[in-house]
């Protein structure tokens, strides 16, 4: 069952009695999205099915305007003077990719006291009154532990490849591979690097502490560093672990090499970067009058050995492995967090 089948088929029941059209005119309305970050190809697929999605709900009248904005560093600071300016602009909602979960608090609130309303998305807010969008980040980290353990039952050394130091996801998957290793102790993690989400960074960093560790016997990630992790072992002259991957078009594209000549097994995980547009959808039905919960969860995507070649055909060049979301998608979940 793929990504989509499996969220609809999980509130199909709940969905029967949801009407799938708009109820009330939004087509004045104005949305904006506020990124910290778009320097791998996570964000910039992202972005890229932000703009597409909306472009077309501008066109369809849904709304009046859907406009991205993506701060020059990847700060706070920063982000909370583009949200502040988004308030001056008047715009009716902020979708938001958060630097951080705490720092931008402060700047949400003064929007929702403006009457805006916020929905993070990914890197979400803990502010009480913005509303969040995110997987089971713990558990998709702890998964990977789950499937090393069966892979690898005698256990061994781990490389953790960590992503934007700071930020909520960042530590919020670290903690969930963490917790695997507690739960199987046969796993020692006995190194530690930031990758940044991108193949380079995570090449370089992988490179430069490869020489003071042992033996590794699987490398544990965020999303897009598996590729860069291969080269740098690969560089070194050290065998190659098992890699987990993020879904990035050159890590399924490597690993489908492997796996032709040798058989080579590993799992792939992340958010599918589409998100965006499913937060875009909850922005609209909130402004549209509909009662929506504050927390929304949607599954991780998740790639197996035996599903590797049908993602990738499906899997754009240097992108992403992906979902798009619809506006009935946006009630589906919606539904299901009732």
Same mark, same amino acid.
């Given at each position: ?97 958060? /630097? ?6 402060? /700047? ?33 980290? !702890? ?94 002259? !050290? ?39 499913? /937060? ?21 995507? !998740? ?36």
């Amino acid at each position: 069952m793929n990504f989509r089948s499996m969220l609809m088929a999980s509130v199909a029941v709940l969905c029967a009695a949801v009407p799938m059209t708009a109820q009330a005119d939004t087509s004045s309305k104005k949305i904006a999205l506020s990124n910290n970050y778009a320097g791998n190809s996570w964000r910039q697929a992202m972005l890229t099915s932000w703009d597409k999605v909306t472009k077309e709900a501008v066109k369809a009248g849904v709304v009046a305007a859907a406009d991205p904005f993506t701060t020059a560093e990847n700060q706070a600071t920063e982000q909370a003077a583009q949200i502040q300016n988004m308030i001056l602009q008047g715009y009716d909602a902020i979708v938001l990719n958060a /630097a951080s979960p705490t720092a931008l608090n402060g /700047a949400v609130k003064e929007a929702c006291d403006a009457g805006i309303t916020v929905v993070s998305f990914d890197g979400i807010v803990t502010e009480p009154c913005a509303w969040r969008i995110a997987v089971d980040f713990k558990e998709m980290g !702890r998964s990977q532990v789950e499937y090393l353990s069966k892979k690898l039952p005698d256990g061994g050394n781990l490389l953790e490849i960590r992503g934007l130091a700071g930020v909520f996801v960042d530590d919020e998957i670290s903690a969930g591979i963490h917790a695997g290793v507690e739960q199987y102790p046969q796993f020692k993690i006995v190194g530690s690097v930031h990758g940044d989400w991108a193949q380079d960074v995570a090449q370089r960093a992988v490179a430069g502490v490869l020489p003071s560790l042992p033996e590794i016997a699987a490398v544990v990630t965020q999303g897009g560093d598996g590729y860069g992790a291969a080269q740098a072992f690969e560089a070194a002259k !050290r065998p190659t672990p098992i890699i987990v991957m993020g879904n990035r078009e050159d890590e399924l594209q490597w690993w489908k090499k492997q796996k032709d000549a040798s058989g080579y097994e590993t799992m792939s995980v992340s958010i599918a970067p589409g998100v965006s547009t499913l /937060a875009f959808w909850v922005a609209q039905q909130i402004l549209d009058g509909k009662e929506v919960k504050k927390d929304l969860v949607v599954p991780f995507l !998740r790639i197996d050995q035996d599903t590797l070649e049908k993602n990738l055909e499906t899997t754009q060049k240097g992108g992403v492995a992906n979902v798009e979301y619809s506006l009935e998608d946006a009630q589906a979940v919606i539904a299901a967090a009732k």
